[in-house]
Each structure stands twice: as structure tokens, then as C-alpha cells.
């Protein structure tokens, strides 16, 4: 049976449907062998002629040998491809008929289909990315904000991969000295060079450290929070919703009780993703239909990882208020306090503002007065200090934003920890070096040099086929 890395595979990787173009990519050994069954150029009858990165025009033949469409075809050779491997891109008219009869007739001259993120699997095997640049090629996939882009493009540019490789070098620069020791027990290490490795194993423990504390916002940025606008109702609750998502999704009228449903939309801001939510005004009701809205809003409150609690500024906090403000201090989450209808005569009282400040991490204020934008830019500045956005640069720190490189790059700094604890209890040089080399292999694993197959697969197989 042909291993699976040696076969050609095959795939379309433009979205399916109906569109100016597609692309069908075709990578391994036969790659241009196999297209030059499927493709006739007149300027270059010998296809293997053709040079690399050179759009050819020519004709596409059908399973049935009959020409379909004309298109064009670019060939890169290996080791100057994605995959490290010879590919070869037909692009043909985007119609779904014509791009299945094209991969039908590519598959039938001996490509086998492409699985998920299999392309993307063949680089980071052939060393062209690493494990940790492949899984920003998927976020940068699915990235439907700027700020996932943005987090996609500094992990494809190595920021991680080179973190890591500065902190794995640092600790192999004393490997060396653990190794002679306890190849040569008779040579003492020596106060100095106890110094040098307590220093090396602090050092890099600081720098994992810093890549863990980058998890929450990489994770705000690639997953996004949930953030729940709850209320009493008629406060604005609906309207600030259509203000952040940019879109009049949310009916807004002066009737109370509009809003009975959960409404959800994925947006960015404050240097995040939120998913944010908007509900129906907490309060008591007799109305089946209202009361289930109820029930679902105060469902999304205890789900909520940010909260938006709106305020009506012309009307004193009533009992409904209160019992909104101890829920969002009772869920512990960070949370904003957004007063409506600030151009109104305020009928708070200084104890209801006092009660307000101290319960909320920002307070920001609405009115008709302010601009949509003002609004917004107050939102923003307030996530972003409650999130610690604007403390990270994604397009050039290192920042991770995976469980699984979460949950590698703890284990390297459990590892470490035990082995400054033993330098510093002056325990045996091989414990040490034991420890060290856990920490080692940690991070090996983080960018994917000594990574289980399993984890591999797992990684690729929520790729798109195509990719």
C-alpha cells in the first residue's frame, strides 16, 4: 500500500459554489505528471518544460478526454512550494460543474483527494512551518476580525516559533555543564556555575511565564468572550446592541419588552472578539412568552465572561436595578456600567451613582448629545483596560492563543520550577538534569520538533479540506 505522505493528492481550495474562479491544488511526486494528463498548453506541448512560477494558459480535459474550460496553470517545484513538495495550481472558471469535472479528472489520472488541512500537514512535515505557524494558517482561515488576522500573522512569522527556539537554546547552553557533571562527578560544578545555570533556568522561567500570560487576550482574540448587554427593560439595552454590531439587528421601539429572544453577533472590539449577546429586560412578568426571554437573559448573564449592565439616567435605580447590579457583582466577571440618556435631567441620587461606581469596573455614559462614535470609542478604551489589550502588540509579540500550546508550555514550566527549586535545595546534578530536559522536551513539543502523530492529526483535522 503507497504511504500516505509519498501519494499526490489533490483538492479544490477555493470555496465550493458559484464564483468568478477556482484553484485546484495538486502536491507530490506526480503532481505535474498528473497534470499534464489534464492540462494542454500549445506554448509549452511538454509540460515538465514549463518553468516554475510561470502562468500558463492552455485547455482543461474533462474525465472524458473532451476539453471543459481554459484556465491557467502554475507550477512550483519542490522545494520552493508550500508543502515542500512539487505542486501544481490549475485555475479555472468558478462554476460548481466545471470545478468537479476538473478534480474528478485529476483524481482519475492518479491524484488521491486531499483530507483536512493535509497541505498544511505536508509543510509542516517537509520543515516548512512549524507546528505553531500551521495552526495560525487555520485561524488565519477562519478569522473573521482584524485582530485575529493580526494574531495569525504574527505567529506565521515566526514570533512564537522564535521565542521558543531562544528559550530552548538558552537552556541547551547549559545541558553541556549538566552533562559533564555527572559524566565526570569527580569535576565539582562550582559556585560559579551553579550561579550561571539558577540564573539560565530563572531567566528562561521568566519568559515562559510571560508567553502563559498572553493566553487570556490571544484566547479573547481567537475565541472570543461572551458579552451579555443586560438590563431592566426600555434602558437601551437593544440599541447599544445595534451601535457595537453595526447592524439594526435588534428591534428598537419605546415599547418596554421588545427584546425576547437572544440575539448573538461575533464583533470586535476593545482589541478582542466578543461574542456579544442582547437580551430581554430583566424583570418579573406574568407573560409566558416574556418570562422565557427572561429566563434565557439571566442565563446568558451566568454564561458571561463581560458584562454590560445599561442604566436609564432619567429615572431613579428601581428594586429591578438592584437586583441587576447584585447579579453582575455576584458573577465575578469584569464588567461596564453604561448610562443612558445622560442628556436627560439625572434623577439618580448620589447614593445610586456611589452604588453604581463601586459595583462596575468602568462606568460610561449615553446620550443624545454624544456621537455613535464617542460611544463606542468609551466602550472600546474601557475593554481594553479591563482585557490588558493594548498592553500586547499582536502583529509582532509572541502571543499563544491555543489550549494546546497552553497546556505544553505549563508543563515546561512546572518543569523548570522543580529544577530552580532543586538547584536551590543543592540537589543532585542529574535531578536537575532530568527536570531540564522535561522542560526541554515541552517545548519541543509547543512548535511541533518532537510532537506526537496523534496531536498532529488533531491539529490538521479541523483544517477545511483544501488547505
Not at 45 to 71: H, K
Not at 125 to 145: M, R
Not at 336 to 344: R, S, T, V, W
Not at 383 to 409: C, P, Y
Request: hydrophobic share 40%; net charge negative; proline share 3%.
Amino acid at each position: 500500500m503507497t504511504n500516505s505522505i509519498s501519494r499526490t493528492i489533490a483538492a479544490v481550495s477555493t470555496p465550493r459554489g458559484k464564483g468568478g474562479l477556482s484553484v485546484i491544488r495538486i502536491s507530490g511526486p506526480d503532481a505535474v505528471q498528473i497534470a499534464s494528463k489534464v492540462f494542454i498548453s500549445k506554448k509549452y506541448p511538454v509540460l515538465a518544460d514549463a518553468p516554475s512560477r510561470y502562468a500558463v494558459f492552455g485547455s482543461f480535459l474533462g474525465t472524458d478526454d473532451v476539453v471543459c474550460d481554459t484556465g491557467l496553470l502554475t507550477i512550483f517545484r519542490s522545494p520552493a512550494s508550500f508543502t515542500g513538495e512539487d505542486c501544481v495550481e490549475l485555475s479555472c472558471h468558478g462554476g460548481t460543474a466545471v470545478t468537479n469535472e476538473i478534480l474528478l479528472s485529476v483524481l482519475s489520472r492518479g491524484a488521491y483527494p486531499a483530507g483536512p488541512g493535509e497541505f498544511t500537514k505536508r509543510a509542516f512535515i517537509n520543515g516548512k512551518l512549524s507546528l505553531t505557524e500551521a495552526e495560525a494558517v487555520g485561524l488565519l482561515i477562519d478569522a473573521d476580525t482584524k485582530e485575529k488576522m493580526m494574531l495569525s500573522n504574527g505567529a506565521s512569522k515566526g514570533n512564537i516559533t522564535n521565542r521558543i527556539a531562544e528559550i530552548s537554546g538558552s537552556l541547551t547552553s547549559i545541558m553541556a555543564a549538566l552533562y559533564a557533571a555527572i559524566d565526570y562527578p569527580e569535576e565539582d560544578v562550582g559556585d560559579e556555575g551553579e550561579k550561571q545555570i539558577g540564573s539560565v533556568i530563572s531567566s528562561s522561567l521568566n519568559k515562559i511565564k510571560a508567553l502563559l500570560d498572553t493566553y487570556s487576550i490571544g484566547k479573547a482574540v481567537s475565541d472570543g468572550i461572551k458579552c451579555t448587554i443586560y438590563g431592566r427593560p426600555n434602558v437601551g439595552k437593544s440599541s447599544v446592541f445595534n451601535l457595537i454590531s453595526g447592524e439594526n439587528n435588534a428591534i428598537v421601539t419605546d415599547i418596554p419588552g421588545t427584546t425576547r429572544d437572544v440575539l448573538r453577533e461575533t464583533v470586535s472590539l476593545g482589541g478582542v472578539t466578543l461574542i456579544l449577546t442582547d437580551t430581554a429586560g430583566i424583570h418579573k412578568t406574568d407573560d409566558i412568552v416574556e418570562s422565557i426571554g427572561v429566563e434565557k437573559a439571566e442565563n446568558a448573564v451566568l454564561a458571561s465572561e463581560l458584562l454590560i449592565a445599561v442604566f436609564d439616567c432619567s429615572s431613579p435605580l428601581t428594586t429591578e436595578d438592584r437586583e441587576i447590579i447584585e447579579k453582575a457583582v455576584s458573577t465575578g466577571v469584569p464588567r461596564i456600567a453604561l448610562i443612558n440618556k445622560a442628556d436627560l435631567p439625572c434623577a439618580l441620587s448620589d447614593i445610586d451613582v456611589n452604588t453604581i461606581d463601586s459595583s462596575f469596573d468602568h462606568v460610561v455614559k449615553s446620550s443624545c448629545t454624544n456621537s455613535p462614535e464617542e460611544l463606542l470609542k468609551d466602550l472600546d478604551s474601557s475593554i481594553r483596560e479591563i482585557m490588558g489589550s493594548d498592553l500586547i502588540d499582536l502583529r509582532n509579540d509572541a502571543v499563544i492563543w491555543d489550549a494546546r500550546q497552553r497546556a505544553v508550555l505549563l508543563r515546561a514550566y512546572d518543569s523548570l520550577s522543580a529544577a530552580k527549586e532543586a538547584v536551590a535545595n543543592g540537589d543532585p546534578v542529574d535531578c536537575i538534569c532530568t527536570l531540564t530536559e522535561d522542560a526541554l522536551s515541552a517545548l519541543d513539543e509547543t512548535d511541533g520538533r518532537t510532537v506526537d502523530d496523534k496531536i498532529v492529526s488533531e491539529v490538521f483535522s479541523k483544517f477545511c479540506v483544501g488547505k
